[in-house]
């Protein structure tokens, strides 16, 4: 009996924050995963005139060996460089691996509700992808460029595979470790190795990871040769009898990490748990340099399991390599079983057939560098859903995988993931390089989180992007989204809008208190709904602006005062100081008869207009600079005047709300067209507040001249 290989303690969880993809037959995850669930095979099969003009030598083409078929990824030739601020020369030489997943982390990070511009802590990327086809079979051939000693350079930065990570880090100005990783088919599995251990040892607080993945051209088929690892007719069968071997594909993906603990604490949409990871290589005690090893492959899924601190009977799903080879998969599968009795409670105890055993290869070909974060990102769109996808092209067993007596079944249709009571679902991921190069990832279903609490009535929808036209292809794919997902939290749309996407020159406002209200709007650009603006760039400088006499009105902003708790806290205290000055603020203006007569007269008083107004405004100020609204200047009119000096820290709430009260309480009762001014011994008068008032406050007694007479005034005397 193989011995138990549990570690008790544990490392801290990784949550899956975002992710983003683009692969054969789906232009996003959305469509990725119907086609799982659904059970698409999204490999083309093109014709001979597709093949020919791909560069396809026309004799291969009798040969009847030759297979036209890959996994080809959609638009792959379109790509945004202006979004990224890059020249269309730059753009044209740049490998489109390279410029699909600069897209891709971008997406990815706006899944995770981050904005790179303002986030304070430092975001890592790391990534891989092969080799620039599309040098050799474009660039190169077509003489795109003149070969002078500085494009040499340029040609190496554009296409050479290791500066992909540290694109990605300048375009998005991104400040964590950027590190290109290459290990072939297990390349993407470890660069998420890479970037737990860098999250855990606290390189950076974030990470981008994934990989990526084309071939240039992408319709040009391949020849098979008995022996080798290419399927004879286009299809891999992973499992099955009848399994030959693979079919490539292409494809783009990412995930965004970060320590558990810290997603919690910051609210995040967690997707899934990375519970542990491992990696290892199977060194030479195997047949040749590209033979799988049952030793390496059974040591680092067992390595994986025993820092997660889980055992065999909790694990009920693997998403396998599943190459779909002879050799491939039979190993696979005893290492399985090796990694599943190493890890057991109780190795002879183990259950029959209750771990299901899937490969997303058959449905998009082997996609080499990205084929692990194209097995990630479906397993964890599995937990999310709980179900598990089917294993296309599945018929009869491979006898030599020795299923009867294991603990394993292969998953061919959609099934509901059940996980076993009291416990979370819970799944591995296999990626296995051409070399040696083995990880493994232990993934569990995301944290039960409570639902965010109640917010405002209304709620401001704000989207940006780089065009006009950009801008209205986005309100209709929001608007889309609004109506596919009407489970959505208003509030939580509204606030990942704002703060977590960076804001762009065309932007749109959407107000409104439903998600039908906003997918309407967003339809019908409803002008009492929305509205248009255009941003220069670069910081707009704001200005508070207060007013004077004449606006007030009884229970002005009373909804503000009931639904803002900053609004009422400020708004509570000027009642409070009112109240001791002898004014009843807030009977007058939220009367509990919202139609009394009384208080509609009082308000009109100069000795209740001023201080209720100035109330009013100095709380809407602290409420604005409470949701991140600073002024770099502020003006007032009259009365406002004295809400820009308390607000700009020339004297106290208390003080200024005083000379208010005394200043309205002198102006109600001074004769028509009289002249107002405030004598102080130690300093000269000061013009303030216009043409009809001169105030100064400084220490010590002040004299008040109303119309030639001098009285001693006690700034802060109630009376």
């Not at 990783?181 to 390189?203: E, I, R």
């Not at 509901?416 to 819970?426: H, V």
């Not at 929808?461 to 950009?470: G, H, Q, R, Y």
């Not at 600073?630 to 009119?637: A, D, Q, R, V």
Request: net charge negative; with cysteine.
């Amino acid at each position: 009996m193989d011995e138990l290989y549990i570690q008790e303690d544990t490392l801290e969880p990784i949550a899956i924050i975002g992710m983003a993809g683009r692969f054969p037959g789906a232009k996003n995850l959305e469509e990725f995963w119907c086609n799982l669930r659904d059970g698409v095979e999204s490999i083309t099969f093109f014709s001979d005139e597709e093949a020919i003009a791909a560069g396809t030598d026309p004799e291969l083409l009798k040969n009847p060996a030759f297979v036209k078929a890959h996994g080809v990824l959609g638009d792959m030739e379109l790509f945004d460089a202006t979004f990224f601020d890059m020249s269309p020369r730059d753009a044209k030489l740049l490998d489109p691996q390279h410029r699909i997943y600069l897209e891709c982390a971008w997406e990815s990070l706006e899944d995770a509700g981050y904005n790179p511009e303002t986030y304070v802590g430092r975001i890592g990327v790391y990534a891989g992808t092969s080799f620039s086809t599309y040098l050799l079979r474009n660039i190169l051939p077509n003489k795109l460029v003149n070969f002078p000693t500085i494009d040499r350079l340029e040609m190496a930065l554009t296409n050479h595979k290791d500066t992909m990570p540290m694109r990605v880090s300048f375009h998005m100005n991104l400040t964590g470790p950027s590190i290109c990783v290459g290990t072939t088919c297990s390349t993407a599995l470890v660069a998420v190795h890479l970037a737990c251990q860098a999250l855990w040892t606290y390189q950076c607080d974030m990470a981008i990871v994934g990989a990526s993945f084309l071939r240039v051209p992408s319709k040009e088929g391949y020849l098979f040769q008995e022996g080798m690892i290419y399927s004879p007719d286009g299809h891999l069968r992973t499992f099955d009898i009848k399994s030959k071997g693979i079919v490539t594909g292409a494809g783009t993906g990412n995930v965004v990490l970060k320590l558990l603990s810290q997603a919690l604490a910051d609210g995040d949409n967690i997707h899934a748990v990375i519970k542990a990871t491992a990696l290892n290589n199977d060194g030479s005690t195997k047949v040749g340099y590209t033979a799988p090893s049952i030793g390496g492959q059974a040591e680092v899924i067992s390595e994986a399991m025993s820092l997660a601190g889980v055992t065999a009977e909790t694990m009920t799903f693997i998403e396998t390599h599943g190459t779909g080879t002879e050799l491939g998969d039979p190993v696979e599968i005893a290492a399985l079983k090796k990694a599943f009795r190493m890890t057991a409670s109780d190795a002879d105890a183990l259950p029959k057939h209750y771990c299901g055993l899937a490969s997303t290869k058959p449905n998009i070909g082997h996609l080499n560098h990205a084929a692990g974060i194209a097995s990630l990102i479906k397993t964890i769109l599995a937990l999310k859903h709980k179900q598990i996808p089917p294993t296309i092209n599945f018929e009869t067993p491979n006898p030599k995988l020795g299923l009867e007596d294991s603990p394993f079944y292969i998953n061919d249709r959609l099934s509901d993931w059940i996980p076993p009571p009291g416990l979370p679902r819970r799944a591995g991921v296999n990626g296995f390089g051409i070399g040696g190069t083995n990880a493994h990832v232990v993934v569990e279903e995301a944290p039960e989180l409570e639902a965010s609490g109640p917010s405002r009535a209304w709620q401001v929808i704000l989207i940006s992007a780089k065009t006009s036209t950009a801008l209205d292809t986005l309100s209709a794919n929001l608007a889309r989204h609004l109506r596919q997902f009407s489970h959505l939290n208003l509030a939580d749309l509204a606030y990942t809008l704002n703060v977590g996407r960076k804001p762009l020159p065309f932007r749109r406002m959407v107000l409104c208190q439903t998600l039908e209200q906003a997918a309407a709007a967003l339809e019908s650009h409803d002008p009492k709904r929305m509205t248009n603006s255009r941003h220069p760039g670069g910081e707009r400088p704001v200005t508070f602006m207060f007013s004077g006499q004449g606006s007030q009105y009884v229970n002005m902003a009373r909804e503000l005062y009931n639904t803002e708790a900053v609004f009422r806290q400020h708004l509570d205290r000027c009642f409070e100081i009112g109240a001791n000055q002898g004014l009843k603020l807030r009977e007058i203006l939220y009367p509990h008869n919202e139609l009394n007569d009384t208080a509609n007269v009082q308000l009109q008083q100069t000795a209740v207009t001023q201080p209720a107004l100035f109330a009013i405004e100095y709380a809407l100020a602290q409420m604005w600079m409470t949701w991140g609204i600073y002024p770099e200047s502020m003006i007032g009119h009259s009365i406002g005047e004295y809400v820009a000096a308390c607000v700009a820290g020339v004297f106290s709430l208390e003080d200024a709300l005083a000379l208010v009260i005394t200043r309205g309480r002198m102006m109600q009762e001074m004769p028509t067209g009289a002249m107002l001014s405030v004598a102080l011994p130690e300093a000269e008068i000061v013009p303030l507040l216009g043409n009809d008032l001169a105030l100064c406050v400084l220490n010590g007694p002040a004299q008040c001249v109303v119309g030639g007479e001098t009285t001693a005034v006690d700034l802060l005397d109630k009376n």
